[in-house]
């Protein structure tokens, strides 16, 4: 599991403005350029559009936005198309520069809920079992005429998983647990074969696994001496 501490960019705009309810829509391509000294993290939220590239240092990372497949012509001519991910860009600590996100939707509307920057930290791996699923707000109402209905509301991911660390990274991520305790954070408990330092993307992962919330419970157990198992509960906001 990655933890990354997200700071707000300093720019104007709905996808900078912190609120998990609204979004930047402009037509055809967003394009912002933003500060990310001492950050090796950028996270998109609750987008709309074909593709998004970050550029940084020179290097221009790009994933799809497209969330199907097409597995047959039926799907190329007739399915609905499905856009829009939430995506972290990893990349090597800056330590000075710009970035600049694009996100594309040609012949549409290029939306994007929030665009932040942070720090990731490795914490520990993730165990298979992982718990994943959603919160559901939506309520039982009854008009004034005493009719009941289900009005729809929002709802937020939701993640319970194991997690595995030497023992000696027990306080290690202790601390980072607390340091975050009452924070948004974006928590991705996918495994990569990329090492934190090196260019990639969550996009190599599962979406469901990247969860941007707050920690709702921990506790770690030391199994062995060389070894420590971590419970780890995170409750969306998005």
């Avoid at 998990?20 to 090796?40: C, D, L, P, S, W």
Wanted: negative net charge.
């Amino acid at each position: 599991m990655r933890l990354i501490a997200l700071t707000d960019i300093a720019e104007a705009g709905d996808m900078f403005d912190g609120w998990v309810g609204t979004q930047t829509e402009t037509a055809t391509e967003i394009e912002e350029t933003f500060a990310i000294t001492g950050f090796n993290s950028v996270v998109i939220l609750n987008t709309s559009g074909i593709s998004a590239s970050l550029l940084v240092d020179g290097v221009t990372q790009t994933v799809s936005l497209i969330r199907d497949s097409i597995k047959d012509w039926w799907d190329y001519w007739f399915a609905p198309l499905r856009t829009g991910k939430d995506i972290v860009f990893y990349f090597p600590t800056q330590t000075s520069g710009n970035a600049t996100i694009t996100i594309s939707y040609a012949g549409g509307t290029a939306k994007c809920g929030m665009c932040i920057t942070g720090v990731a930290t490795e914490i520990a791996d993730t165990r298979w079992g992982i718990e994943i699923g959603i919160t559901d707000y939506s309520i039982i109402a009854t008009d004034e005429f005493g009719q009941t209905y289900l009005n729809p509301g929002n709802w937020a991911k939701r993640a319970e998983t194991e997690l595995k660390m030497a023992s000696g990274q027990a306080d290690i991520a202790y601390r980072e647990i607390i340091k975050n305790r009452g924070t948004a954070c974006v928590f991705d408990y996918n495994q990569y074969s990329y090492a934190l330092t090196e260019r990639h993307t969550s996009d190599d992962g599962i979406q469901a696994l990247v969860v941007y919330g707050f920690t709702e419970d921990y506790s770690a157990t030391l199994v062995a001496s060389s070894m420590a198992i971590a419970r780890h509960e995170v409750q969306g906001l998005i």
